[in-house]
């Protein structure tokens, strides 16, 4: 991959934190690294992103987990599959009092290990994971459970000219 799609591809991820819904909440990139293979989201408390009872909104909270799972596979497997998030589930674990924090890491073995899955399940797969929403000390906030669909896009058939 060149020098400058991987350019493009951090300052896309970057750009991300400006998107209304992430700059009204507080979601902001913290890092990427350069093969997109992890990436670490912050959500500041403020006083507009807090709840009725004073801690962080949780709409909020799972905003930060939303699209990175999806935005990185599409990234590294997406032209060969159609790939949406399909669903989520949270769970709360503790009030969210201050800054808190989540991480995104793929590797090459779960790469390969969804696209193994892929071919056994007919060209299509759901893959679940779990992320974990922790504040600066490590205490576990949230867990969101995310499932990610995959689907092999179909070959085209050539044009027929009657």
């Known amino acids: 991959m060149s020098n400058f799609k991987r350019f493009k591809q951090k300052m896309f991820f970057k750009l991300i934190s400006f998107w209304p819904p992430f700059l009204g909440a507080g979601i902001r990139i913290k890092s990427i690294s350069s093969d997109l293979m992890s990436v670490e989201v912050e959500l500041k408390r403020r006083f507009w992103n807090n709840n009725a009872v004073g801690v962080q909104f949780g709409g909020s909270i799972y905003a930060m987990t939303d699209p990175f799972y999806m935005l990185m596979l599409l990234e590294k497997l997406g032209k060969k599959y ?10 709360f674990r503790k009030p969210g009092r201050t800054k808190l924090i ?29 992320v974990e929403v922790k504040d600066p000390d490590g205490n576990l ?22």
Request: net charge positive; charged share 30%.
């Open 141 to 162: 906030i949230a867990e969101v459970e995310k499932v990610i669909y995959f689907k092999k896009k179909e070959a085209t058939a050539p044009a027929t000219w009657v």
């Open 102 to 130: 989540a991480k995104f890491e793929l590797t090459p073995a779960i790469l390969t290990q969804i696209e193994e899955e892929i071919q056994k399940g007919n060209g299509r797969y759901d893959w679940t994971k779990l």
């Open 82 to 91: 159609i790939i949406w998030d399909k669903a989520a589930h949270i769970r």
